[in-house]
């Protein structure tokens, strides 16, 4: 079965510092992989896809992430961020019939 | 596009009573999913239809769950009888492709079954 495991339930960092959300997948076939944001009583929304293609995908609030496919990760960075970027972040996997599987997810939080 | 709406974003009910929720997806979008938020569980992917139709309910906890999509614009999540441990946030969410990936989630509704 298709699933990700995101390793961290929550991350502080500091404002300006640079973060990084760990997830590693386990799949046998294809891999589409996803990663969600859901800022306090909102829904989730799409921050990046790797879908096929160059490993380094770039996504929406200044956010990138890199599929290893050796080490089966795919981390979620960015180079410096900001207190609006305190939510909780949900790594996805495409399973079949258009299944999307989240991770636990990791509540990262912003301080001054 | 106004987004997915779902309503009512709360409710809070006593145990045994009947509890419908409702989503309208974005217009054009096909796929329509149902997800449920705990603190527990995380996010659970409860059924989803595609063009009306429901292609995997394996997520649906008991018979107490029943949802429906009788046209392209409109679906309920219901729950009779409810109880204490269905207190979560529901998402509905859709999308518009083939195996994308890509969801639009509603706000959620959050249910409180005392």
């Known amino acids: 079965a298709q699933s990700v495991t995101q390793l961290d339930s929550q991350v502080p960092v500091f404002e300006e510092a640079p973060v990084e959300l760990r997830c590693n997948y386990s799949s046998s076939v294809s891999v589409y992989l996803f990663w969600y944001v859901q800022y306090p009583n909102q829904g989730l929304q799409l921050l990046l896809k790797?879908?096929?293609?160059?490993?380094l995908v770039k996504g929406i609030n200044g956010f990138e992430a890199e599929f290893n496919k050796s080490q089966t990760s795919f981390h979620l960075r960015k180079p410096s961020v900001h207190i609006s970027d305190t939510a909780e972040y949900f790594c996805a996997n495409l399973g079949g019939f258009q299944k999307l599987v989240f991770g636990t997810g990791t509540r990262l939080l912003v301080s001054p | 596009d106004a987004g997915v709406i779902q309503s009512p974003r709360h409710e809070v009910t006593e145990m045994g009573q009947e509890v419908t929720l409702r989503c309208k997806p974005i217009s054009g979008h096909n796929s329509l999913f149902w997800y449920r938020q705990t603190m527990m569980r995380g996010l659970e992917l409860l059924i989803y239809?595609?063009?009306?139709?429901?292609?995997?309910d394996s997520g649906m906890p008991e018979d107490r769950f029943s949802a429906k999509m009788p046209n392209a614009s409109f679906s309920t999540l219901k729950i009779q009888p409810s109880e204490p441990r269905d207190s979560a946030v529901y998402f509905c969410?859709?999308?518009?492709?083939?195996?994308?990936?890509?969801?639009?989630f509603g706000e959620g509704s959050r249910l409180t079954v005392l």
């Open positions: 969410a859709s999308s518009g492709g083939p195996n994308t990936g890509e969801l639009f």
């Open positions: 239809f595609n063009n009306n139709v429901p292609i995997d």
């Open positions: 790797y879908l096929s293609g160059s490993t």
